[in-house]
């Protein structure tokens, strides 16, 4: 197989696996937004927001108690021009809010989040909460190469 043969079918498998069950598990006008990729001295970190994630439905089995959770996923891909791409890091990350009528508060769950669950008397906050990571360690810059070209790829299951 030539390699412009190889990269088409590298790229017709990539398309296929990125919208598989992309729109039917979605809101329907839900959108990854703010996606900042950036390090510390230590660390690769991404920072990411989803708008438009929660529907009047979803919002209020929330509010009937009925415990909802957010999926993310993050990988991290070292690119290869003659071979595919290797695969450094995958992500799995899950939020999940629940609302106690007795209390009138949220409790929203972040699985990467060393302070969760976190207690919230505002539905508002509560959400913020669900559809934002902030500074979530995707790899050590140790096991990254300096001049080698990698791409990052994020997706959320509402």
């Known amino acids: 197989m030539n390699r412009f043969s190889q990269r088409a079918a590298g790229s017709l498998v990539l398309v296929v696996l990125l919208l598989s069950g992309y729109g039917s598990a979605m809101a329907k006008d839900a959108t990854l937004t703010n996606i900042i990729v ?5 660390d ?3 920072y990411l927001s ?3 994630a929660f529907t ?3 919002e209020d089995a929330v509010k009937n108690g009925v415990p ?7 990988k991290l891909y070292r690119t ?3 071979w595919l791409d290797k695969e450094m890091a995958d992500l799995t990350i899950t939020h999940t809010i629940k609302y106690n009528s007795l209390k009138k508060e949220y409790a929203v ?10 207690v919230l008397q505002s539905f508002d906050a509560a ?7 902030d500074s979530l360690k995707v790899i050590p810059l140790e096991l990254l190469e300096k001049g080698k070209r990698y791409q990052i790829q994020a997706k959320a299951k509402l």
Do not use: A, H, Q, Y
């Open 80 to 82: 290869r021009s003659l």
């Open 56 to 58: 009047k439905k979803m």
């Open 109 to 118: 769950s972040r699985s990467w989040d060393s302070n969760s669950p976190v």
């Open 50 to 52: 989803v708008d438009g």
């Open 38 to 42: 950036t390090n510390t001295r230590d």
């Open 127 to 133: 959400t913020k909460l669900m559809t934002e990571i």
């Open 44 to 46: 690769l970190l991404v």
């Open 68 to 74: 909802t959770s957010f999926s993310f996923f993050v």
